[in-house]
């Protein structure tokens, strides 16, 4: 399967105006429901103009909610059947990515994240139900940022991270990430607290594109344990807001700030590469010449992964845009392989226990 790439433009801010809006939705099929391609004019061309075709177009009145119903929850099951699952956020700065995933304080604006922990709770207690006191599901938390290429934990207080970083290490065919945190959260409450602690520990910097642009990518993962008397299956929800994608020769920085913002591009230009490599299906990915990309490993891990490619609608953002479009239209050509994660079995097979839900093995959507 390839990985699911849908875009969403975000609605109009306070100071922004109609007459700029310069990026639309259309639908390629009128019987089909929604939109599936986005249309941009060509920079140097008003009169012509460029589409886009993703698996999904969102438009600006999209809700939270919708989003979330639309994308993301459908991966749970997936998710409990083994399969690992992994979302993230791609754009310019300023055009929702943190809305996205994170949201809002509201319960309607509650992004994708908070939503996906709820609907894995609802799913803890029905595994555990179901098996009427057979099962056990545990679900723990990691939380890290990678900023300037270091890996830096978000349960650590900023002054106590060694400048260094944490290292990372192949295991097994996975990229881990060496003495991070591991944090049990089996409510959402607890989840909610120690994610909205973790984040106060986010390095933002104001820059002028956006007062409070962040400029890690940050990585969010909850490990699912599915423990019954036969057998133990491991799966991984990853969540990822990258750093901003934009040129940062528009934002005239400070000289500090440029070598952060070298350090965000050279990931985010070694992640175009590895999706550049892989769509033409070329031997060699290089994925190893940034964390960021060793630890996202597009198209080698297996799994579900959805891109959700967030845009701005206006003038501004226009030639930031049509970088985003180009990248993200290569990103739909990966192909990742639909493995679930091997249950681990304890004493010798028998056949109740090749019976349970982790083995039925459902259609995913195209
Ligand atoms: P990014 O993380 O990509 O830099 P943000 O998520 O911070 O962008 O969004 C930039 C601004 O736009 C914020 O003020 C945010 O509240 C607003 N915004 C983004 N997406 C939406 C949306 N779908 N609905 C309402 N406001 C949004
Ligand atoms: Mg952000």
Redesign the pocket.
Known sequence: MSVRVVA?I??L?KNEIDKDVIVTAASNNESTKGSQIVRIPNPKNDAELYSFQFNSVYE?E?T?QELFDNEVSPTVKHLFNGLDVTLF?Y??????????MRG?KTLADRGVIPRLLSAIYRRCRKVEKDSQGDSKVEVAMSYYEIYNDRVYDLFEAPEKRTAAGLPIRDNGGKTVVVGLTERPCMTLKEFEQLYDQANVNRSTSATKL?A???RSHAILCVKITQISEEHTLVSTASAI?LA?SEDNRRTDNNKERLVESSSINKSLFVLAQCVEAISKKQARIPYRESKMTRILSLGQNDGITVMIL?LAPVKSYHLDTLSSLNFANRTKKIEVNEVENEPIFRGPKTTSSLTGPTLNRQPLRA
């Open positions: 969403r975000r609605p801010l600006q999209t939270q956020a754009g310019v700065t300023g055009t929702g990515k943190t809305h996205t809002g956006n409070h642009s962040s807001d901003g967030n």
